[in-house]
């Protein structure tokens, strides 16, 4: 049974070359018949290791070595439940029929988003002239 989905914000900084970067993946809480709870990672559609694990860092843009990311934001996706008052629309007809274009949409982008800034460590500040 699925627990909580949501997307998470990953943020990576190369410790070799310092490039930044980030990624948005969607994450599935799930509980299994035994009871174990388990996480489940893809990025744009494709499943994927857990980008804060070693095994699911991805490679640098940059320099192509691999680096664990840290979690900078999260938004959290509602669950349906039973709510009498929640707005919901009926699936009339065959379910596989319903909103066709639905099928055929592209894929939302992980990296449409505005990628974060960081100011050049190496980058020498000069007062204005005339200050």
């Known amino acids: 049974m699925i627990t909580e989905l949501a997307v998470e914000r990953v943020e990576f900084t190369c410790g070799h070359c310092w490039h930044s970067w980030s990624a948005d993946y969607d994450v599935q809480h799930y509980r299994d018949e035994e009871g174990n709870d388990w996480e489940y990672f893809s990025h744009d559609g494709i499943p994927v290791a857990s980008p804060y694990s070693p095994d699911g ?15 900078t934001a ?3 996706v509602p669950l349906p439940d039973e709510e009498p008052t929640r707005p919901r ?10 909103r066709p274009e639905r099928h055929a949409a592209p894929q939302l982008s992980g990296t449409s ?3 974060p800034t960081r100011q050049d460590p190496t980058a020498i500040w000069h007062e204005p002239a005339g200050l």
Not at 57 to 71: D, Q, S
Not at 89 to 98: F, K, S
């Open 74 to 76: 999260r938004r959290l």
């Open 113 to 115: 988003h505005q990628q």
């Open 57 to 71: 860092a991805p490679a640098c843009p940059g320099c192509h070595r691999h680096w664990v990311g840290h979690l």
């Open 89 to 98: 629309t009926g699936v009339i007809g065959d379910p596989a029929q319903h």
